[in-house]
């Protein structure tokens, strides 16, 4: 029997490696995620050939009136209604005194009037001197998403120094929906030198988990956050080695496999290799795979 069982094992790990199909356990390094008999170039598919869904369209806010910028949006149906969040500035992205609003909506087609989700930066309001500039003497904050935690909506929020990115006093930070006079209160720190691209989400363990760039993201690379259960700012951090050497990994987003227990990660590549990067965990986030450019076509943000 045991005989019988390294044969089947061995043919098992051939026939993947023979088709190099990934597989989080044994084929980790397959640049394989597109595959078809209708195109030999993934650069050169006409996506807008694709088949197109029907659908509505509904402007939430717009700024071009007053030069202003909207972008970082952020959706969630919650408590019977849609939620939207996004950073909302003057001028250029991310510039001094840019702050986050939102809005709702029971349809997603009629939205309310938008409102300030956090108020202005530090010393950074429309009377700044520093106001519409980028400086590491003003403030920002970013839109991060919305996170349902223990049955209360939080808006995530980073802040930190505008003159790049990101700023030294970068830090991950969380604003709770009070139903009672319906406003936004500052509900404290979820991780310090850290800003997220999407909110947490649930691992098989019942942990959360969500990426994570310090403010010296470009040096250290990407990593990912693993808590949250005992409450919302206790994580552990675990680097994904090599985001930063095999590629400039950006915008770093993940998903459950469908086998329920092993993960993925895909990054953006600022190197312009014009190819998705793409890991794997086989622990729930500890550890990760190296990047491996995949054969998925990327875009610019």
């Known amino acids: 029997m045991k005989f019988i069982l390294i044969i089947l094992s061995i043919s098992l790990l051939s026939c993947s490696r ?17 595959r078809g008999d209708w195109f030999e170039d993934p650069h050169q598919i006409d996506f807008d050939q694709l088949p197109k869904i029907h659908l509505q369209h509904a402007v939430v806010s717009d700024v071009t009136e007053i030069d ?6 952020y959706l969630i149906h919650h408590d019977g209604k849609f939620w939207i969040m996004w950073s909302d500035g003057p001028g250029v992205e991310d510039r001094v005194g840019q702050v986050v609003k939102f809005a709702t909506s029971e349809d997603g087609l009629h939205w309310s009037d938008p409102k300030m989700l956090t108020p202005y930066p530090p010393k950074s309001g429309p009377d700044s001197p520093h106001y519409n500039t980028r400086t ?34 970068l830090s991950l930070r969380s604003f709770r929906w009070n139903k009672a006079d319906q406003s936004w209160e500052d509900s404290g720190m979820i991780y310090n030198n850290a800003i997220n ?75 312009k290799s014009g190819f998705l990067y793409r890991s794997f965990s086989i622990d729930n986030g500890r550890t990760w795979s190296y990047p491996v450019r995949t054969n998925f076509p990327d875009a610019r943000s």
Do not use: C
């Not at 023979?18 to 597109?34: E, K």
């Not at 202003?68 to 949006?73: E, K, S």
């Not at 691209?197 to 470009?218: A, Q």
């Open 136 to 169: 590491d003497q003003g403030f920002r904050w970013i839109a991060r998403g919305f996170w349902v935690y223990n049955d209360e909506l939080l808006a995530l929020t980073s802040l930190d120094e505008a003159a790049g990115f990101f700023g030294r006093s």
């Open 68 to 73: 202003g910028v909207n972008q970082h949006n």
């Open 18 to 34: 023979l088709t190099n199909d990934p597989d989080p356990r044994t084929n980790p390094d397959s640049p394989i995620m597109l």
């Open 197 to 271: 691209n999407f909110p947490p989400k649930k691992l098989p363990t019942g942990e959360w988990l969500m990426s994570r760039r310090t403010y010296d993201y470009k040096m250290k690379g990407v990593e990912f956050l693993v808590g949250g259960v005992e409450a919302k700012d206790q994580w552990k951090s675990y680097p994904v080695f090599g985001s930063s050497t095999e590629l400039d990994a950006e915008e770093p987003y993940w998903w459950v496999l469908p086998d329920g227990k092993n993960l993925m990660a895909l990054f953006r590549d600022n190197r």
